[in-house]
């Protein structure tokens, strides 16, 4: 029961509309196949979106996307992120890649590869983890780029790359001098036909795949394909951060969404000793504790939306709506499965696949426990700092 009494403009107003209708009856109805790599079903719904006028949308415009800004593309996320798979199948997953393409690649790189990223004729994944070290650790990155006559020489492996396997170009994170610092790390493209670099394997995650392991094996790239400075790799892979998790965590809310929704229409249909599953109290509590959970994740994460938008400063926000979603999608599809009966453990319910992507979420981006406690020290300070002028104020309110 989203809020629905909306200030959006009349063109993000008619989008929410045909992105819903969209999502509803076009990529839903195809998770199962899309969620087994069906590559022939993916192209097909990515030629709907773009007879829909609903491809790329958040895409630079000059190159062929939508050009809708960060802030109203927040306002369409939720909706498109009731399937999983739909920013694969709109083209909006390539925002991050493109953005950082668009604002820091040489520019004979960048006109060669965004016009292709932004039509879907290029696909990209982006490479940090490794196997071996803390994802949430940069320290520990071991994947080495150096310099080799005019251009890098990189050697290391990365895994849990999504879409990696049929990516045409990977961005990866490199360790460009030795030490902890910052500016020890570097981002370059590298092509998937480069000799040297190796798909390992498809991870199986949960039953699904979609995530890889690669091996970069003295793979030699030209200087035009560092991403920005040497020793920018932890400024620009921040950058994407808190854009990149706040678009996770809008997604997250629109899956939940979507659970509290199979929940509440089973318990109202569901009949037991003649009486809706709905009358029941413990039931009802089930029900009250999911639509809490996803109303505060959807505050949580419009708040840390309007920060990001107004490119505020926006840890505790996005720490927050980090949170908040992860949780609030995996309590509202665990009801949703415990209402269902067996039958909810089956994936014709399409309950197994939110509850998936719902125990990922607390592990993606920074696993939960990394966010708690950034968010936490954060949250300290604010309300010890010596007082200002204005006393009695929520420290944290409106940052
Ligand atoms: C479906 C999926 C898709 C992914 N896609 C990509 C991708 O495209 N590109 C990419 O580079 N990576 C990707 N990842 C990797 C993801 O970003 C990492 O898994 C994540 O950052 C956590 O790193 P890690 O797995 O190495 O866990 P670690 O950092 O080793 O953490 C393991 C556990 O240690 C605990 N822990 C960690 N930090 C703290 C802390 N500060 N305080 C207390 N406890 C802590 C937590 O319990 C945590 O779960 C993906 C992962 C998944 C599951």
């Given at each position: 029961?989203?809020?629905?009494?909306?200030?959006?403009s009349?063109?993000c107003?008619?989008?929410r509309t045909?992105?819903r209708?969209?999502?509803?009856?076009?990529?839903?109805?195809?998770?199962?196949a899309?969620?087994a790599?069906?590559?022939a079903?993916?192209?097909?719904?990515?030629?709907?979106a773009?007879e829909?006028?609903?491809?790329?949308?958040?895409?630079?415009?000059?190159y062929g996307?939508?050009?809708?800004?960060?802030?109203?593309?927040?306002?369409?996320?939720e909706?498109?992120?009731?399937?999983?798979?739909?920013?694969?199948v709109?083209?909006?997953?390539?925002?991050?890649n493109?953005?950082?393409?668009?604002?820091?690649?040489?520019?004979?790189?960048?006109?060669?590869?965004?016009?292709?990223l932004?039509?879907?004729?290029?696909t990209?994944s982006y490479?940090?983890?490794?196997?071996?070290g803390?994802g949430s650790?940069?320290?520990a990155l071991?994947t080495?780029?150096?310099?080799?006559?005019t251009?890098?020489?990189?050697?290391?492996?990365?895994?849990?790359?999504?879409?990696a396997?049929?990516?045409?170009?990977?961005?990866?994170?490199?360790?460009?001098?030795?030490?902890?610092?910052?500016?020890?790390?570097?981002?370059?493209?590298?092509?998937a036909?480069?000799?040297?670099?190796r798909?390992?394997?498809?991870?199986?995650?949960?039953?699904?795949?979609?995530?890889?392991?690669?091996?970069f094996d003295?793979?030699?790239?030209?200087?035009?394909?560092?991403?920005?400075?040497?020793?920018?790799?932890a400024t620009?892979?921040?950058?994407?951060?808190?854009?990149?998790?706040?678009?996770?965590?809008?997604?997250?809310?629109?899956?939940?969404?979507?659970?509290?929704?199979?929940?509440?229409?089973?318990a109202?249909?569901?009949?037991?000793?003649?009486?809706?599953?709905?009358?029941?109290?413990?039931v009802?509590?089930?029900v009250?504790d999911?639509?809490l959970?996803?109303?505060s994740?959807?505050?949580l994460t419009?708040?840390?939306?309007?920060?990001?938008?107004?490119?505020?400063r926006?840890?505790?926000?996005?720490?927050?709506?980090?949170?908040?979603?992860?949780r609030?999608?995996g309590?509202?599809?665990?009801?949703?499965?415990?209402i269902?009966?067996?039958?909810g453990?089956?994936?014709?319910t399409?309950l197994?696949?939110?509850?998936?992507?719902?125990r990922?979420a607390?592990?993606?981006?920074?696993?939960d426990e990394?966010?708690i406690?950034?968010?936490?020290?954060?949250?300290?300070?604010?309300y010890?700092?010596?007082?200002?002028?204005?006393?009695?104020?929520?420290?944290?309110?409106?940052?």
């Amino acid at each position: 029961m989203p809020d629905e009494s909306s200030t959006l403009s009349p063109r993000c107003e008619q989008l929410r509309t045909r992105i819903r209708d969209f999502v509803a009856h076009q990529v839903i109805p195809a998770e199962a196949a899309l969620d087994a790599g069906d590559r022939a079903i993916r192209a097909q719904l990515r030629e709907y979106a773009v007879e829909a006028g609903l491809w790329a949308l958040p895409l630079p415009a000059r190159y062929g996307g939508g050009g809708l800004t960060p802030a109203d593309y927040f306002t369409v996320a939720e909706i498109e992120g009731r399937s999983d798979h739909a920013p694969e199948v709109l083209g909006s997953a390539a925002l991050l890649n493109a953005r950082m393409i668009d604002g820091h690649a040489d520019p004979e790189l960048r006109e060669k590869l965004l016009p292709a990223l932004v039509s879907g004729q290029l696909t990209m994944s982006y490479a940090m983890t490794e196997p071996g070290g803390a994802g949430s650790d940069p320290a520990a990155l071991r994947t080495t780029a150096t310099p080799d006559g005019t251009g890098w020489r990189i050697t290391g492996r990365k895994w849990f790359i999504t879409g990696a396997g049929t990516a045409d170009e990977v961005l990866v994170v490199a360790r460009t001098a030795p030490g902890a610092m910052r500016e020890s790390l570097s981002i370059l493209a590298v092509p998937a036909t480069a000799p040297g670099f190796r798909v390992v394997r498809e991870l199986d995650v949960l039953g699904t795949g979609g995530q890889y392991e690669i091996e970069f094996d003295a793979v030699t790239v030209p200087a035009s394909r560092l991403i920005g400075a040497v020793g920018a790799g932890a400024t620009l892979a921040g950058e994407r951060l808190a854009l990149g998790r706040t678009l996770r965590a809008l997604r997250w809310v629109g899956q939940a969404q979507r659970a509290v929704e199979l929940l509440t229409e089973r318990a109202a249909q569901r009949r037991v000793d003649d009486q809706p599953l709905a009358e029941r109290q413990l039931v009802q509590q089930m029900v009250f504790d999911a639509e809490l959970a996803v109303r505060s994740a959807r505050a949580l994460t419009e708040q840390a939306a309007a920060a990001v938008a107004a490119d505020r400063r926006a840890h505790v926000e996005v720490g927050f709506a980090k949170v908040a979603a992860a949780r609030a999608l995996g309590l509202a599809t665990d009801h949703a499965i415990q209402i269902f009966g067996a039958e909810g453990l089956t994936a014709a319910t399409g309950l197994p696949r939110l509850l998936r992507v719902a125990r990922a979420a607390r592990i993606l981006d920074g696993p939960d426990e990394f966010h708690i406690e950034a968010t936490a020290r954060r949250v300290i300070r604010e309300y010890t700092r010596p007082p200002t002028a204005a006393p009695n104020r929520n420290p944290l309110a409106g940052n």
